[in-house]
């Protein structure tokens, strides 16, 4: 069975300067798309990746990331939205490219999608109540 996951990685320095990403594309048969990356040698990284293949190799990549050090987590962890600043403007949904934002015909309350979030940051800045967040 295929699996499709997003999730945030985090870099001990001693682990920065190794291969990573790469064994988990030829050990473990897994797809990858970078969706952020602030990765610098000998220093704490961060790399929010989807990663996709078979529900076996992923689960043994997984393992493989945390047995070397990398803290793992999933990516909706990450997106924060502040409800109670949220004043349904929309600012958000005119300028997520990843159509994470929707507006509700029948509310007209903006909805939040997680799972089509690619952290790009677009949303946060557009924000006039400062309503969204990135956490890593």
Known sequence: MKVSR??????PPLV???????????????MFNILRAQVSPGQDGLLVLELTGDRADYDRGVAY????????????????RDESRCTDCGAC?????????????ET???KF????????????KACPPRALSIVF
């Open 65 to 80: 990331l945390r047995d070397t050090g990398v803290l793992i987590q999933p990516l909706s962890q990450d997106v924060m």
């Open 16 to 30: 920065t300067g190794q291969p990573v990403v790469c064994r988990l594309a030829k050990d473990y048969n897994l």
């Open 108 to 110: 007209r309350k903006v």
């Open 93 to 105: 949904v005119t300028m997520c490219p990843a159509l994470a934002f929707t507006v509700d015909p």
């Open 6 to 11: 997003r999730i945030v990685l985090r870099f």
């Open 113 to 124: 999608d997680q799972n089509k979030c690619v952290l790009c940051g677009l949303c946060v």
